[in-house]
């Protein structure tokens, strides 16, 4: 997810490029287990699921938190429009 993730911030027009250009050479002392560009793609969907999964979570937490922050009162707005 990490890899997709930067992708997205890279400025590389596909992430084919990005990845034999900027991951195999640059990355490989935080990741030193790098596969192949193919068999990244082989494995991408299974980071699909995680992300999912994530946003899922993210989005069931947001909406408690939205919950408990929309039972304080928040005041009236009036606008007088009598000129």
Request: hydrophobic content about 55%; charged content about 10%; cysteine-free.
């Amino acid at each position: 997810m990490t890899m997709v993730i930067a992708f997205h911030g890279s400025g590389f027009l596909t992430f084919k490029d990005f990845y034999t250009l900027q991951v195999l050479p640059h990355w490989r002392q935080a990741f030193p287990n790098l596969v192949s560009y193919t068999r990244f793609i082989e494995l991408m969907p299974w980071s699909l699921m995680a992300l999912l999964y994530f946003n899922e979570r993210l989005l069931n937490w947001l909406m408690t938190s939205l919950r408990i922050s929309v039972r304080w009162s928040i005041p009236a707005i009036t606008v007088d429009l009598t000129f």
